[in-house]
């Protein structure tokens, strides 16, 4: 069982940076693909960026190319979501997530056994 706890949303001005933080316990995080979704009002939740198992490889959606950096802390069992250029249309909740063990590259939501709770990220225009 791994639970998964995000940290570091709030309200910031549109251009501005935010880091979020999703701490793993009950297990290490290591052998699992490790994911960020956001869920907007209305919305369904999609796909934000994600690593996968190894910790090698990422993904991440158009919309945030560029402008996202998803990294992980083994030593911590911590997985961060750096965003910057941070635009109105980034305002949603975000979720962390794992899948696994031994997953690739995951970004259908229904792949991924662990959820966090979320953290509300709101940009102002």
Known sequence: QVQLVESGGGLVQAGGSLR???????????????????????????FVA??????????????VKGRFTISRDNAKNTVYLQMNSLKPEDTALYYCAAAGPRLGIVIMPR???YWGQGTQVTVSS
């Not at 793993?24 to 369904?44: D, L, N």
């Not at 994600?50 to 919309?63: A, E, L, R």
């Open 20 to 46: 979020l933080s999703c701490a793993a316990s009950g297990r290490t995080f290591s052998g699992y693909a490790m994911g960020w979704f956001r869920q907007a009002p209305g919305k369904e939740r999609a």
């Open 50 to 63: 994600t690593f996968d198992w190894s910790g090698s490889n990422t993904y991440y959606s158009d919309s």
């Open 111 to 113: 792949v991924y056994d």
